[in-house]
């Protein structure tokens, strides 16, 4: 589907700054939404299987080696390991669930830990199964595609003309060859980027272009959390009714697309959560991000339920990777089963509640403080040292 305005107009609605234009907005990409995807959502989580010691230079990550922060470590998952996040993702009404690993590349054995964790996922759940794990070949796209993946993610991260700026050890041409690899295997692509990293209005719309001559399955929008002793760690959060703005403008650019929000998004966009879905969400990543704290599974289903929308798990969830506008989402009724088991488990006689244990960085990461932080490639200085976060607020507490 073409999208439904033009560069130039996309760049005059990112001029808007009145309320009830930017209601309207809002209001025209709901219904872009609902025409395209009706009341079904796609909701992800994730686990972070491999953490820390990453040799790129990406400007927001604190995984880097020319991050001047302690770094979040977490040695490679064994696949049992993968299978019981899967599993608690699941229980959380999760309807995909994505492996993750830092760096650009996984060694021979670490990369048959993914394939052997995908298989269990696959047998084991009705999740739909994901990966992110950096730069792949054509023939490791097709062992992941053999494995039971269905979709991989792989982020551009910003617009073409901006990307200099992030990242100057991995190149935007080699992103491009890992997609074009993906799109080959007959994989699903999710490709998205960081709003907020300093780029300009324009090239906002540049990569929102350029992500839909990709036309990937799935656009992942995060919004730039700054992690202290990062390149952008000093860096403010977006206004949030400016972050939902830019959300209305990609959903009509991009019409097709199930868009995910990701990080960043609480302490970007808070409490208008709820209007960033109504301004074109499919779904979010549910629970915890990589090394950094979101909602939890209970807040961010009450949230489209609210609007009306289907967080119920479909029937082909496990066959079937894509229930929506290209391949047609099933009609009928879909009963709560995940509410029906959460419900269930409540006891009534003062015993220990069920609990449900997803991703937690705040208590599965160890933080390493570096010997020695290499100067960053481009010269640019690392910011935010000392600022405080979420995620050290919650470590402290639960110290």
């Not at 084991?124 to 494995?147: D, W």
């Not at 390493?368 to 200085?381: C, F, H, I, S």
Request: aromatic share 6%.
């Amino acid at each position: 589907m073409p999208s439904l305005i033009t560069r130039e107009e996309a760049l005059q609605l990112g001029e808007l700054e009145e309320l009830a234009d930017v209601e309207a907005l809002i209001e025209r990409a709901w219904k872009a939404r609902l025409e395209n995807f009706g009341d079904s959502t796609d909701m992800c989580s994730l686990v972070n299987a491999k953490s820390g010691g990453c040799a790129e230079d990406c400007g927001f990550c604190a995984q880097s080696r020319y991050a001047d922060a302690d770094t979040p470590l977490h040695a490679m998952m064994e696949p049992e390991q993968i299978l019981e996040h899967a599993r608690a993702a699941e229980a959380a009404g999760a309807h995909r669930f994505c492996m993750v690993t830092q760096g650009q590349g996984l060694s021979k054995r670490d990369f048959e830990k993914v394939l052997e964790g995908a298989r269990l996922v696959a047998s084991e759940t009705n999740l739909k199964r994901c990966v992110s794990i950096g730069h792949m070949s054509p023939t490791r796209a097709i062992a992941l595609k053999e494995a039971g993946i269905q979709r991989v993610h792989h982020n551009v991260e910003t617009a073409e003309s901006y990307y200099p700026e992030v990242s100057s050890t991995v190149r935007y041409e080699g992103r491009l060859r890992t997609i074009d690899a993906v799109k080959e295997a007959g994989l699903e692509t999710c490709v998205g980027g960081i709003l907020n990293l300093g780029e300009s209005r324009e090239q906002r719309v540049e990569m929102a272009f350029q992500l839909a001559e990709i036309n990937p399955t799935s656009v992942p929008i995060n919004l730039l959390n700054p992690r202290p002793g990062t390149k952008f760690g000093d860096r403010d959060y977006m206004e949030p009714i400016e972050a939902v703005k830019w959300i209305a403008i990609f959903r009509l650019i991009m019409p097709e697309a199930l868009f995910r929000l990701c990080g960043g998004r609480v302490e970007n966009i808070a409490d208008l959560q709820p209007l960033a879905v109504k301004a074109g969400i499919n779904g979010v990543m549910m629970g915890n991000f990589l090394t950094t704290l979101g909602n939890t599974p209970e807040q961010d289903r009450a949230m489209f339920e609210d609007l009306g929308l289907n967080v119920a798990r479909q029937d082909d969830n496990g066959a079937n990777p894509r229930p929506d506008n290209r391949s047609g989402w099933l009609d009928g009724d879909t009963p709560d089963v995940i509410g029906d088991v959460i419900n269930a488990a409540v006891p009534t006689d003062g015993t220990e509640a069920f609990e449900i244990r997803m991703w937690d960085p705040a208590s599965q990461l160890k933080f390493e403080r570096k010997r020695k932080v290499p100067p960053r490639p481009d010269g640019a200085p690392n910011a935010g040292q000392g600022r405080d976060t979420r995620e050290r607020q919650a470590a402290h507490k639960a110290a």
